[in-house]
């Protein structure tokens, strides 16, 4: 057996027994030293439990314990930063990109609007611990949300809302498949293009009107997230 193959072996045996999830490994340094091997032979030990879905590389802070995937709640509130907050993560959302487009005929399909309705599209990276683990695409109905595009920053979109606007939104409906990432998203998430990600798409809903507000597009890594149904939450 290759010499990084044993060390991962080994170190796959001291996590389960040591570590739990959320725990950092000591630095790469301590640990070539212990397994008395350089430090490339270590990167690639790691690399085959970062594959595996046990570890989770956080750039500036190190390996990160993950084994236990986060069990994460499709609820009909539907915030995705409250949801792991509730879990005890620290979670937060940084907005890549903000622009004003017209519902071509698929997205006025999927959003029960008419063709050419002025849409806000907002692209968000939500991150665990400052770790990208999911990318949203929101779709939202630009005159029920006037003004947005120029005040939203960050943070949970769907509390915004709800503080800025006085608007309350529940899910009403979502799929759930899976892709391999974009060359783009693999970036964004640091993930490898060989890696799954869980697609969910939502429509969410006013729930004084019950009028469709937002479609949503989450992209998340499978080797952080499972999804769990609550449909009556």
């Given at each position: 057996m290759a010499v990084y193959l044993e060390v991962a072996e080994a170190l796959e045996s001291d996590i389960r027994n040591h570590f739990d999830s959320g725990q950092f490994l000591p630095s790469?340094?301590?640990?070539?030293?212990?397994?008395?091997i350089n430090r490339h032979t270590l990167r690639r030990a790691v690399d085959e439990l970062v594959n595996a879905g046990l570890l989770l590389r956080q750039h500036g802070k190190g390996t990160m314990v993950v084994d236990n995937k986060i069990e994460y709640s499709l609820r009909s509130k539907g915030r995705f930063t409250e949801?792991?907050?509730?879990?005890?993560?620290?979670?937060?959302?940084?907005?890549?990109?903000?622009?004003?487009?017209?519902?071509?005929?698929?997205?006025?399909?999927?959003?029960?609007?008419?063709?050419?309705?002025?849409?806000?599209?907002?692209?968000?990276?939500?991150?665990?611990e400052q770790a990208?683990?999911?990318?949203?695409?929101?779709?939202?109905?630009?005159?029920l949300l006037p003004g947005i595009a120029q005040t939203f920053k960050e943070g949970s979109l769907h509390q915004w809302i709800e503080m800025q606007y006085q608007k309350k939104i529940r899910r009403d409906q979502?799929?759930?498949?899976?892709s391999l990432p974009t060359r783009a998203e693999a970036l964004q998430l640091k993930c490898?293009?060989?890696?799954?990600l869980i697609i969910?798409?939502?429509?969410?809903?006013?729930?004084?009107s019950n009028e469709i507000i937002e479609y949503s597009v989450s992209r998340s890594r499978s080797d952080v997230f499972e999804m769990k149904i609550n449909p009556e939450e």
């Open positions: 790469e340094m301590e640990l070539a030293e212990r397994f008395s949801s792991l907050e509730d879990i005890g993560l620290q979670a937060s959302c940084e907005v890549i990109s903000i622009r004003e487009i017209s519902a071509d005929i698929k997205l006025a399909k999927r959003m029960w609007v008419e063709v050419g309705t002025p849409i806000t599209h907002i692209e968000t990276v939500r991150c665990i990208p683990v999911c990318l949203i695409s929101h779709y939202l109905v630009s005159h979502s799929l759930i498949g899976a490898s293009r060989s890696l799954p969910v798409r939502s429509n969410n809903r006013l729930k004084e």
